[in-house]
């Protein structure tokens, strides 16, 4: 990453209207067109969406919290967030 001094670059009018929010420091601007969503490069996203939707379904086929738990190696406060989120799409 390179560090450019704004005053070089901003119109003093802009450079105006940002010291009204940040007076002095440092300001990070990410790059908008460049930047992905966590997990879709390794295809981790996509995993734990299969995993989840699995989980889902066998707890509604019958099989306990416990058992999904142990099985997944997850805590059952996991389980519970997993379901609710699955629910809810």
């Avoid at 005053?7 to 420091?25: A, N, S, T, V």
Wanted: proline share 3%.
């Amino acid at each position: 990453m390179k560090y450019e001094n704004a005053d070089h670059i901003f119109p003093e009018e802009l450079l105006h209207e940002i010291r009204k929010f940040m007076p002095e420091g440092y300001v990070y601007i990410s790059p908008r067109s460049s930047r992905k969503k966590w997990g879709s490069v390794s295809g981790l996203q996509e995993e734990l969406g299969k995993r989840n939707q699995k989980i889902y379904e066998e707890y509604h086929s019958g099989k306990s919290i416990d058992v999904i738990s142990r099985e997944n190696y997850l805590s059952k406060s996991s389980i519970y967030r997993i379901l609710k989120q699955v629910e809810s799409m």
